[in-house]
């Protein structure tokens, strides 16, 4: 019919200069009131009176996931299989990276700090989701690190080595902070020198059972990394497990009850701890999300008729 863009925008009420906020065109004069919708580069839930946000920092290039998602040499024809019949391609698949905000009212908490900004990279979006989600980072008062991996850590600060959360303090596990920090252990590291390291007076370091802020526990799942820990988030009868990478792949770490993928530094660690994870929170029905799982990345684990497991998403709530 022919209609201007402006005479478009008038018929929705939205005449004059439009903005982009989180990929949807706004008018700007109404941009500061109208309210971001869920899945712009966030999944905002609540768990009883707890905000959970879970954050995504972006997905990797297309890449092989076999067999380091799933390194089993002998399992190598299964995996295979299962991603096919699930529509993935073993051969391109991006991976996802979602670090999570937890609002609990009093304290604001960033679990993960995702792999930086670095204009070169398509992950480093946590920002720009934690804006569109209503957050600052001077808003957060806590950032814990369930491990000490690259694009978990990489986030803490910029290119400057400043604290790109000025005001949170830092809590992470003993085990972790010890393995990754002592020279021993051969394992320290640039990134861990520039964001662990270098912000050693905001450091507090736990074990398992530990109370981050109320409403928020630390569980030790070791094998990942030797001292991983997820996060337990609990208001009144509601729970939902923020593993990290405790989870390992949505579809062949839970279908299969011995994989384990190629990055984890104790395998048979790892998988008794999903074993034990998997069987918790299928067996208390709880909400669980995962570093690596999906985006939006938010569900229940269900125990399948025969081996293993199974990931539910739960639908998005706009």
């Known amino acids: 019919m022919g209609i201007s863009r402006r005479e478009a925008l008038k018929a929705f009420g939205l005449a004059g200069a439009a903005a982009t906020l989180g990929g949807v065109s706004v008018n700007a004069q109404t941009a500061g009131t109208l309210a971001i919708p869920n899945g712009a580069g966030f999944n905002r839930i609540k768990v009883g009176d707890i905000t959970v946000v879970v954050l995504s920092d972006g997905q990797g290039n297309p890449g092989a996931l076999l067999p380091n998602w799933g390194a089993n040499p002998e399992l190598q024809d299964q995996f295979k299989a299962t991603l096919v019949e699930n529509f ?12 999570v905000l937890v609002d609990t009212g009093k304290n604001k908490v960033l679990i993960d700090s995702g792999s930086g900004v670095n204009a070169n990279a398509p992950t480093g979006k946590l ?28 986030g803490m600060t910029n290119a400057d080595s400043k604290a790109i959360f000025p005001n949170a303090r830092v809590i992470t596990g003993e085990a972790e902070h010890t393995f990754w920090t ?8 640039a990134g861990v020198t520039k964001n662990i ?10 074990k398992g059972g530990a109370e981050i802020v109320p409403g928020l526990t630390t569980v030790e799942s070791f094998g990942h990394t030797p001292g991983h820990q997820s996060v337990l988030v609990s208001s ?23 994989a384990y993928l190629g990055f ?3 395998k048979p660690a790892a998988v008794k701890t999903r074993a034990a994870l998997f069987a918790r929170v299928a067996a208390e029905k709880m909400l669980v999300t995962a570093y690596h799982f999906p985006f939006p990345g938010v569900g229940y684990i269900r125990k399948r008729s025969g081996e293993g497991y199974e990931f539910v998403p739960a639908p998005l709530q706009f």
């Open 88 to 99: 993935i391609d073993p051969a391109a698949v991006r991976n996802n990276f979602h670090p």
């Open 127 to 154: 920002l720009n989701h934690l804006a569109l989600a209503g957050y600052k980072p001077e808003d957060i008062d806590t950032v814990f690190l369930t491990h000490f991996h690259g694009d978990h850590i990489n």
């Open 182 to 189: 002592k020279p021993a252990t051969g394992t320290v590291s």
């Open 197 to 206: 390291v270098s912000q050693a007076e905001k450091l507090k370091l736990v």
């Open 236 to 258: 009144g009868s509601n729970q939902m497990m923020l593993f990290g990478d405790a989870a390992g792949h949505y579809l062949l770490s839970l279908q299969y009850p011995t």
């Open 264 to 266: 984890d530094n104790d």
